[in-house]
């Protein structure tokens, strides 16, 4: 069957160091890969899209890879600062159309 | 340029009641989806419509479930006779065309409780 996991444990960073959040998926063929940040009681906001013949994208402090052979995307934020605390999400389009399946989120804490 | 809107923000129903969850999309946008997320859990998919269609409902459940966008006006999402299990927050989404590369923009979230 297809899923899609994320670290369900929440990531505590220091203020300054560089956050790493892992999505892993089997059983997907994706097209793109997109990230979303959703804050307690909000709805998500998208972050970033890569798709499937991208490597890496950028966007000010945050970095995503696709490794469609590890089937792995791996999402990055540099600098990282107690504003970013949040649940972050990852998604997949399902059968290249516009419905998007999602992980379970990784709640990060920065810490001052 | 307003965003996403849903309302009510927060509704509480009794066991057998009816919920009605409605969500306007932004300027513009023809696709709406709506998710389902239950405490400390991922976002659902449910249904995807467009204007006056049902594209896919793969994600809503068989009985007491329905969804509409009428030509004019908001998506609703209907929910009849509520159970417990119903208590979530349900999102709405929209993008303004088809495609597999569209940014779905989020609403703030209707929270349902059913007493």
């Known amino acids: 069957s297809q899923k899609i996991e994320q670290n369900s444990e929440a990531l505590n960073i220091q203020e300054g160091?560089?956050?790493t959040?892992?999505?892993n998926y089997t059983?997907?063929?994706?097209?793109?890969?997109?990230?979303?940040?959703?804050?307690?009681g909000r709805g998500p906001v998208f972050l970033l899209l890569i798709r499937e013949n991208e490597k890496e994208k950028r966007k000010e402090r945050l970095k995503v890879t696709f490794d469609t052979t590890l089937k792995q995307s791996l999402f990055h934020i540099t600098a990282s600062q107690p504003a970013d605390s949040a649940t972050y999400l990852c998604a997949l389009d399902r059968n290249a159309g516009n419905m998007l399946t999602f992980g379970g989120g990784t709640r990060l804490m920065v810490k001052p | 340029n307003a965003g996403v809107m849903q309302n009510p923000r927060h509704l509480v129903r009794r066991?057998?009641?009816?919920?009605?969850?409605?969500?306007?999309?932004?300027?513009?946008?023809?696709?709406?989806?709506?998710y389902r997320q239950l405490p400390e859990e991922g976002l659902k998919f449910m249904v995807y419509l467009q204007k006056e269609n049902i594209i896919d409902e793969s994600g809503m459940p068989k009985e007491r479930f329905s969804a509409e966008f009428p030509k004019e006006g908001p998506s609703i999402l209907r929910?009849?006779?509520?159970?417990?299990?119903d208590s979530a927050a349900?999102?709405?989404?929209?993008?303004?065309?088809?495609?597999?590369?569209?940014?779905?923009?989020?609403?703030?979230?209707t929270r349902l409780l059913v007493l």
């Open chain 1, 21 to 23: 959040l892992t999505c």
């Open chain 2, 15 to 34: 066991r057998g009641q009816e919920a009605r969850l409605r969500c306007s999309p932004m300027k513009g946008h023809s696709h709406v989806y709506w």
């Open chain 1, 27 to 40: 059983n997907y063929s994706p097209a793109y890969l997109q990230w979303y940040r959703q804050d307690p």
């Open chain 2, 79 to 85: 929910i009849q006779q509520v159970v417990r299990g």
């Open chain 2, 90 to 109: 349900y999102f709405c989404a929209s993008s303004p065309r088809q495609g597999v590369q569209e940014t779905q923009y989020f609403g703030p979230g």
């Open chain 1, 17 to 19: 160091k560089t956050a």
